[in-house]
C-alpha cells in the first residue's frame, strides 16, 4: 500500500516571497501520478500540479513548481510570489498509473499543511 | 457545465436516522469516488465506481452503500447514522483514457454531515 507524508502541518510566508511544501511517499510502484490539490477556505478542492512520473523534467503551472526526486520519493511544491489568495490546506496526493479493471484511480493523500499568506 | 455538484451541502442527523448524498457529474466521466475528510487525516476513500452499475469498497467503506444506476450520478447512503460518520464528504469523477492511464479526479464542493 502507498503512504504520502506532509510534515509541516502548518507554513506560513509573507506576501511576494517563496514557500516550499514537502511531500514524501513510499511505494514500490514505478509507475504512478503525484498532484498537489488545494483547499481554501471554501471547502473546495482545486487541482494545482500533476506530475507523471515517468517525466524527469518537473512540472510548472504559473507560480507553482514541484521538486520531484523519485529516487528519494520527495514532491515538494514550491510556490512564488506568494499572494493572499494563495492561503489554502495544501494536500500532496499519490495515484497509481495502471491499466484496467483494479487499476481504478484510487488517490491516496497526505494529512495536509495549512499555509497562512501574511500582508 | 457545471462540473461535479453534490446535494445538499450541510446536513445533521441523529443518530440511528438514515440518508443520502448525491453526486451528480456532467462530464461523461466513467469513473466516481466518494471520500471522507477528517481533520487531520486528510481524505480517504468510502466507495468508488468504475462505471454505471458498478461500484467498489474503498478504504473505510463499513457503515455506506452506494448505487450507480447512472453514468452521471453517485449516491452515497447512510442506513443508520452513527457520531462518527460526521466529517465532510467529498465526490469525484475522473475520466478513463483509452491508453489506460486515468485522468486527473475533479471534486464537488463537499458536504457537511453533522450526526448528533
Known amino acids: 500500500a502507498q503512504t504520502v507524508t506532509q510534515s509541516q502541518p502548518e507554513m506560513s510566508v509573507q506576501e511576494a516571497e517563496t514557500v516550499t511544501l514537502s511531500c514524501t511517499y513510499d511505494?514500490?510502484?514505478?509507475?504512478?501520478?503525484l498532484f498537489w490539490y488545494k483547499q481554501p477556505p471554501s471547502r473546495q478542492m482545486i487541482l494545482v500540479i500533476r506530475?507523471?512520473?515517468?517525466?524527469?523534467q518537473n512540472a510548472t503551472e504559473n507560480r507553482f513548481s514541484v521538486n520531484f526526486q523519485k529516487a528519494a520519493k520527495s514532491f515538494s511544491l514550491k510556490i512564488s510570489d506568494s499572494q493572499l489568495g494563495d492561503t489554502a490546506m495544501y494536500f500532496c496526493?499519490?495515484?497509481?498509473?495502471?491499466?484496467?479493471?483494479?487499476?481504478?484511480?484510487?488517490?491516496?493523500f497526505g494529512q495536509g499543511t495549512i499555509l497562512t499568506v501574511h500582508p | 457545465n457545471a462540473g461535479v455538484t453534490q446535494t445538499p451541502k450541510f446536513r445533521v442527523l441523529k443518530t440511528g436516522q438514515s440518508m443520502t448524498l448525491l453526486c451528480a457529474q456532467d462530464?461523461?466521466?466513467?469513473?466516481m469516488y466518494w471520500y471522507r475528510q477528517d481533520p487531520g487525516m486528510g481524505l480517504r476513500l468510502i466507495h468508488y465506481?468504475?462505471?454505471?452499475?458498478?461500484?467498489a469498497k474503498g478504504e473505510v467503506p463499513d457503515g455506506y452503500n452506494v448505487s450507480r444506476l447512472k453514468k452521471q450520478n453517485f449516491l452515497l447512503g447512510l442506513e443508520s447514522a452513527a457520531p462518527s460518520q460526521t466529517s465532510v464528504y467529498f465526490c469525484?469523477?475522473?475520466?478513463?483514457?483509452?491508453?489506460?492511464?486515468?485522468?486527473?479526479?475533479?471534486f464537488g464542493p463537499g458536504t457537511r454531515l453533522t450526526v448528533l
Open positions: 469525484a469523477s475522473s475520466y478513463h483514457m483509452t491508453s489506460g492511464s486515468i485522468d486527473t479526479q475533479y
Open positions: 496526493a499519490f495515484m497509481k498509473h495502471g491499466g484496467t479493471g483494479t487499476s481504478y484511480g484510487k488517490l491516496t
Open positions: 506530475q507523471e512520473a515517468y517525466k524527469q
Open positions: 462530464m461523461n466521466h466513467e469513473y
Open positions: 511505494t514500490s510502484e514505478n509507475n504512478y501520478y
Open positions: 465506481s468504475v462505471g454505471e452499475g458498478t461500484t
